[in-house]
């Protein structure tokens, strides 16, 4: 007996973890364009039904591009890559009324050289040049 009312309070207990619902999802990116020949982690966030926030994978997520491919929560954007933007959306799979489409574009100039081991060891970072117009 006692067992079981230990059973019924545990689960009382856990109950309003599992009622709360996603009410609306939200791109929370961590960048402003996108790399070409990266993996690139889109974070998508949903807000629940008691105003706490909850990270959300590809489990709970249906993420669709149709100009590159998504494993998991990355969008995978191909070296070769020509045009400047895409298109994600993010459905949920729980209630597929619920999704979010969002343009990003896509990053077009290459990062810069970073400094060596010994340039930062040694204090000595490399000089931007002063003469850009």
């Known amino acids: ?9 545990i689960v009382a207990a856990a109950s309003p973890l599992y009622a709360q619902k996603v009410d609306s ?5 961590y ?3 996108l790399k070409k020949g990266q993996h690139n982690y889109i974070n998508v ?18 993420f669709s591009c149709p100009s590159a491919t998504f494993e998991g929560n990355e969008l995978i954007i191909p070296e ?7 298109t994600i959306k ?4 729980a209630n597929p009324a619920t999704w979010i489409e969002r343009t990003v ?4 100039k290459p990062d810069g050289e970073l400094p060596t081991k010994d340039e930062i ?5 490399p000089r931007k040049n002063k003469n850009r117009r």
Request: hydrophobic content about 40%.
């Open 31 to 33: 960048t402003d364009s």
């Open 105 to 108: 574009w896509i990053k077009q």
């Open 25 to 29: 999802i939200y791109f929370h990116l």
């Open 80 to 86: 070769n890559f020509k045009e400047e933007k895409v």
């Open 121 to 125: 060891l040694n204090g000595k970072t």
């Open 45 to 62: 966030d949903g807000k629940l039904s008691n105003g706490h926030w909850l990270p959300l994978t590809a489990k709970e997520i249906q």
């Open 1 to 9: 007996m006692k067992k079981y009312l230990l059973l019924i309070i």
């Open 90 to 93: 993010a459905v949920l799979k």
